[in-house]
């Protein structure tokens, strides 16, 4: 089988290799469709995503969906043939993080195709993976592969909105439309927004995100009588660098939230720390997600706007071809690998 392996910096392999036997407790699915996300890119561009680094060849990949080929001893869920999306984390159950109910921040968590932990958990990116049973999520009645894919970002965009708190009726506002910041608008208008503001420095990222529901979009380099809002109630910061914070700290109204959702490069980052300070402002993070996941596959199953935020499906053999062209906003919002073609 193929499988889609980071060996370092710039070192991206499509590899032959064994298919897995399921063990205790786990189910061995036949991966259809993995998506390409952000954290994949800056493995492949950048050797680690924040404070990660490789330390061993991984297999990349934790936006997967399949079917279920078969079962380990005591291990049961779907029958086989099932069509299923896979939750990608295990946290450990024990922390006083997964006690207090947010596992999604578990100190001992493993996540397919994350470098957080050595050895590394390695991902979805093959034609086969074996995973735990538990982490299996049989498509809702309607929800085809294609579409399902989108549940693991939609699931990170759903849990941004929900540390925002009650966006019903709510200015928002979202920095950066990449595929992320996409699905938060998705998610935000699911969620009750009265308008949603997004900002990008690219006009085709900015195509995409009125394709989600935005309500206005403005170029970030633009001057301020330029469309800008002059306040938003709530802003979600989703492009991951310190002058979107910035923009979400200057806009987001006195008292209001402001949700940092993109990562941010390693080490410090520059902020308006003093208007965190003076309006009262809320600056909460917000990473991964728990229990979102099952609520994004009911949100895609009746929804097919977001069948056009998914730009290309690419064969698994040109992998990097497929990573060349995600990494390029100007051309793409979200790429699926094929693991059938």
Avoid at 135 to 148: E, H, M, V
Avoid at 171 to 199: E, M, N, Q
Avoid at 200 to 226: F, H, I, K, S, W
């Amino acid at each position: 089988m193929l499988g889609c392996v980071i060996h370092g910096q710039g070192d991206l392999r499509v590899e032959e290799l064994a298919v897995p036997l399921p063990g205790p407790g786990q189910a061995l699915v036949a991966v259809r469709y993995g998506g390409v996300c952000g954290s994949d890119l800056h493995y492949w561009r950048h050797g680690g995503v924040g404070d990660f680094r490789l330390g061993e060849p991984m297999l990349l990949g934790h936006e997967v969906v399949g079917t279920v080929v078969a079962y380990g001893d005591g291990a049961s869920g779907p029958l086989a043939g099932t069509a299923v999306a896979v939750h990608p984390a295990t946290p450990c159950g024990r922390c006083p993080e997964c006690v207090d109910g947010r596992r999604n921040v578990c100190r001992d968590t493993r996540y397919l195709g994350s470098a957080a932990r050595f050895p590394h958990v390695q991902g979805g990116f093959a034609a086969r993976v074996v995973v735990p049973a538990d982490q299996l999520r049989p498509l809702p009645a309607g929800l085809g592969l294609r579409r399902a894919a989108l549940a693991e970002p939609l699931s990170v965009a759903l849990h941004a909105v929900r540390r925002a708190g009650d966006v019903a009726g709510r200015h928002v506002l979202v920095t950066g439309a990449g595929p992320i910041g996409c699905l938060v608008v998705a998610a935000a208008k699911a969620a009750g927004a009265a308008s949603v503001t997004v900002t990008d420095l690219l006009p085709a990222a900015l195509a995409y995100a009125r394709a989600a529901g935005a309500d206005a979009v403005v170029r970030a380099d633009e001057p301020d009588d330029a469309g800008w809002p002059a306040e938003v109630d709530v802003a979600i910061e989703a492009s991951g660098v310190a002058a979107g914070l910035d923009t979400c700290l200057r806009l987001v109204r006195r008292g209001g939230v402001v949700v940092q959702l993109g990562m941010l490069p390693p080490g410090q980052s520059p902020f308006a720390g003093n208007l965190v300070v003076s309006r009262e402002i809320e600056l909460r993070g917000a990473f991964r997600f728990d229990t979102e996941f099952d609520a994004a596959l009911e949100l895609l199953a009746v929804e097919g706007s977001f069948d056009g935020l998914v730009s290309a499906v690419v064969p698994v053999r040109r992998a990097e071809e497929a990573f060349a062209l995600a990494a390029d906003r100007s051309r793409s919002c979200k790429v699926l690998l094929d693991f059938e073609g």
